[in-house]
């Protein structure tokens, strides 16, 4: 646990320093303390697991993966957009069990242009999305295929 949080310090200061272009005693104290007290701060007030289920390694090339589907998405949104799209509410059944992994599976819904998460409970995803205004209602597996299949099949590589 100690050698975790030291870890988390010591990279929220460098992403500081990153951030001020700066390197300084000052930059460098500031970065050092903003970590700890964000730290502090997450340890007190944040809900944890007491163990994420959670591979890093599987994680590594998923913010690729991401940017990726963004930008596939954006254009797919683009064209929805101006030849006409409608939005419909769709609950799509995810086989994630861990709850952060959970969590970076609807973030990463909503970043996707056309689509928003609105609720997540143990197993399903509640999400707004865009679709052709002519197409017929998604069933739940169609939806899950559109929306969270690529994103998920990812995520299970980095569970544990």
Known sequence: M????????????????????TISVLTISVGFLVG?????????????EPKPQVKI????????????????AGFAAIK???FGAKT??????????CRALRVVLANSVTLIPGSVSIGLTEDKLSVIWLRDKS???????EA?????????????????
């Open 88 to 97: 419909e509410t769709v609950v799509v059944k995810t086989r994630i069990t």
């Open 2 to 21: 100690i050698k975790h949080t030291i870890i988390f310090i010591v990279v929220l200061a460098a992403v500081w320093i990153i951030l001020t272009e």
């Open 135 to 141: 197409a017929p209602l998604a069933t739940e597996e």
């Open 36 to 48: 700890a007290a964000s730290i502090i701060f997450w340890y007190r007030s944040l809900p944890t």
């Open 80 to 82: 929805l957009v101006i």
């Open 144 to 160: 899950s295929r559109a929306l969270i299949s690529g994103l998920e099949k990812v995520l299970l590589r980095a569970q544990k």
């Open 57 to 72: 390694r599987g994680l590594i090339l998923y913010p690729f993966y991401l940017i990726i589907q963004i930008y596939i």
